[in-house]
């Protein structure tokens, strides 16, 4: 069931920031500098504040974390 799944490495994730804006991320263990990312798709190491935030929660889950003293909110929307 797709409400069983939770964030984990390589799983693609559909995010929704608290500005409505929202974005597909992979979280991968560590991104090659020159590596390109997929037009929709954002590649993020396992090492920045959003995926250390919502490594291991579920769809319908909202998160908070801090990026350099500001509060970011999202919720998760898909997994795959």
Do not use: C, W
Not at 45 to 57: M, N, Q
């Amino acid at each position: 069931m797709l409400q069983d799944l939770v964030v984990d490495l390589n799983k693609l994730v559909k995010i929704r920031f608290s500005d409505g804006y929202e974005l597909f991320i992979r979280i991968v263990e560590q991104k090659k500098p020159d590596e390109i990312n997929q037009f929709e798709e954002l590649k993020v190491d396992t090492k920045t504040p959003a995926a250390k935030a919502i490594l291991g929660h579920r769809i319908g889950e909202k998160i908070e974390y801090v990026v350099e003293e500001n509060i970011q909110r999202v919720s998760i929307l898909e997994i795959q």
